[in-house]
């Protein structure tokens, strides 16, 4: 039997991207996400309840939103931060936020 390997990532490895570090930021982000996640499960309770299509896919367009929103509020956190920062490197962050901006819309 032929097992598969797994590269590990090492954690002196660098990360592309940017750390959003504005506390007050992250904290209203994770409300977001964690408000989809409690909406999420609400899709399954009533999936098993037996809920109707029109219930169900509400309940899914508000998740997705919700997840959106979160993911669009990151992103500008991220460049407003990068741009007061004046980083040396904050031509690339922009155009990596506007990709992360474009696999949204």
């Not at 982000?29 to 109707?52: D, P, S």
């Not at 219930?55 to 990068?82: D, G, H, P, R, Y």
């Amino acid at each position: 039997m032929a097992t598969k390997s797994v590269a590990k990532k090492s954690s002196t490895t660098k990360r592309a991207g940017y750390v959003l570090t504005d506390q007050e930021q992250v904290d209203e982000i994770a409300k977001r996400i964690k408000r989809a996640h409690g909406q999420l499960g609400a899709v399954a309770r009533m999936l098993e309840e037996g809920r109707t299509c029109n219930e169900i896919v509400t309940q899914m367009a508000a998740v997705t939103k919700a997840v959106n929103t979160a993911a669009f509020a990151l992103i500008s956190a991220n460049l407003k931060q990068c741009v007061e920062e004046d980083r040396p490197n904050s031509d690339a962050i922009a155009t990596n936020l506007q990709k992360l901006f474009n696999t949204l819309v």
